[in-house]
T-cell receptor, first 113, second 116 residues
Framework: QKEVEQNSGPLSVPEGAIASLNCTYS??????FFWYRQYSGKSPELIMF????GDKEDGRFTAQLNKASQYVSLLIRDSQPSDSATYLC?????????????FGQGTTLQVKP | GAVVSQHPSRVICKSGTSVKIECRSL??????MFWYRQFPKQSLMLMAT?????????EQGVEKDKFLINHASLTLSTLTVTSAHPEDSSFYIC????????????FGPGTRLTVL
């Protein structure tokens, strides 16, 4: 079982719709959860981080964390073609407490005009 | 503005040569920096954790004698790929963590290495 799992996609949504990206993690001791966006040929850029159960909103983005289900998601409202990218879920702080950032394989999002 | 810079952004070299990649933290002092590698269509894989003033910590399967890391100051870490081979061709990305290893990491723009 991979430590952080994401559906590779592609996830295709029409412009203006809500895109829902999901991620599960295996280590119940994980403490910090991150969503990065990566455009082709570029390095990842941080979108949001979340530490506590519940929702965290920032503009068009909402991160949701459910530690009991070991599940973290990212919602993108009013999706735009410029949101088309690969979204990486990452986790820090599992049972080994090393502080290492563990990435999922990423979900490719396509927003069609 | 950019938090982390990397140099060079792109390098092409012959097999057997060594290549040095610099990573600079621009906004804050970083006692810890991280080096990742990303092959096409794959996610980022952590290679090593670079600690200022001490030896780097390498991930399992990463040869420390091939990937030399020096973190001589609080704003600069370097990765040297020694005796590079075509299979070392990849996208190398460094990151810095603000305020501690459990906080968010900011990535440099990456270095595209092509070994002929």
């Amino acid at each position: 079982q991979k430590e952080v799992e994401q559906n590779s996609g592609p996830l295709s949504v029409p412009e203006g719709a809500i895109a829902s990206l999901n991620c599960t993690y295996s280590d119940r001791g994980s403490q910090s959860f991150f969503w990065y966006r990566q455009y082709s040929g570029k390095s990842p850029e941080l979108i949001m981080f979340i530490y506590s159960n519940g929702d965290k909103e920032d503009g068009r983005f909402t991160a949701q964390l459910n530690k009991a289900s070991q599940y973290v998601s990212l919602l993108i409202r009013d999706s735009q073609p410029s949101d088309s990218a690969t979204y990486l879920c990452a986790v820090i702080g599992g049972s080994s407490n090393t502080g290492k950032l563990i990435f999922g394989q990423g979900t490719t999002l396509q927003v069609k005009p | 503005g950019a938090v982390v810079s990397q140099h060079p952004s792109r390098v092409i070299c012959k097999s057997g040569t060594s290549v040095k990649i610099e990573c600079r933290s621009l906004d804050f002092q970083a006692t810890t920096m991280f080096w990742y590698r990303q092959f096409p269509k794959q996610s980022l894989m952590l290679m090593a954790t670079s600690n200022e003033g001490s030896k780097a910590t390498y991930e399992q399967g990463v040869e420390k004698d091939k990937f030399l890391i020096n973190h001589a100051s609080l704003t600069l870490s370097t990765l040297t790929v020694t005796s590079a081979h075509p299979e070392d061709s990849s996208f190398y990305i460094c990151s810095v963590a603000r305020g501690g290893t459990y906080n968010e990491q900011f990535f440099g723009p990456g270095t595209r290495l092509t070994v002929l």
